[in-house]
C-alpha cells in the first residue's frame, strides 16, 4: 500500500520556525506532485503549498507567501515545508498529499497528518 508519511511537527513559540518532512518510501516519487494542507480545529482543510514533480513550478497559499517554503528531494522521495515566522493562527494538523495532476483539487493519497502547535 502507498503511504504519506509527515512528520516534523510540534509546538514551537510566535515567529519560531519548523520545517515538516513527507517520505514515500518505495514509490516513483516523479510521477506526483507534491501538495500540503493544513486543518486546523473547527476549520475546514485548507490549501497551503505545492511543487511539481520537476520542482520547476511552485505554488502557495497567500497566507504564507514569505513565510513558508516548499521543496524535494527526488533521490530520497521526500518533500518538506520550511515554516518560519510561525503565527498561532498557523495552527492545525498539517498533510501531505499528491497527484498525477497539477491541481489541488484532484488528490490521490493522503498522509496521516503532523501536528503544529505555535504559542502566543
Known amino acids: 500500500q502507498v503511504q504519506l508519511v509527515e512528520t516534523g511537527g510540534g509546538l514551537v513559540q510566535t515567529g519560531g520556525s519548523l520545517r515538516l518532512s513527507c517520505a514515500a518510501p518505495g514509490r516513483i516519487f516523479t510521477n506526483y506532485h507534491m501538495y500540503w494542507f493544513r486543518q486546523a480545529p473547527g476549520k475546514e482543510r485548507e490549501f497551503v503549498s505545492a511543487i511539481s514533480w520537476s520542482g520547476s513550478s511552485t505554488d502557495y497559499a497567500d497566507f504564507v507567501k514569505g513565510r513558508f517554503t516548499i521543496s524535494k528531494d527526488n533521490a530520497k522521495n521526500t518533500v518538506y515545508l520550511q515554516m518560519n515566522s510561525l503565527k498561532p493562527e498557523d495552527n492545525a494538523v498539517y498533510y501531505c498529499?499528491?497527484?498525477?495532476?497539477?491541481?489541488?483539487?484532484?488528490?490521490?493519497?493522503w498522509g496521516k497528518g503532523t501536528l503544529v502547535t505555535v504559542s502566543s
Open positions: 498529499a499528491d497527484s498525477t495532476r497539477w491541481s489541488r483539487y484532484v488528490i490521490e493519497y
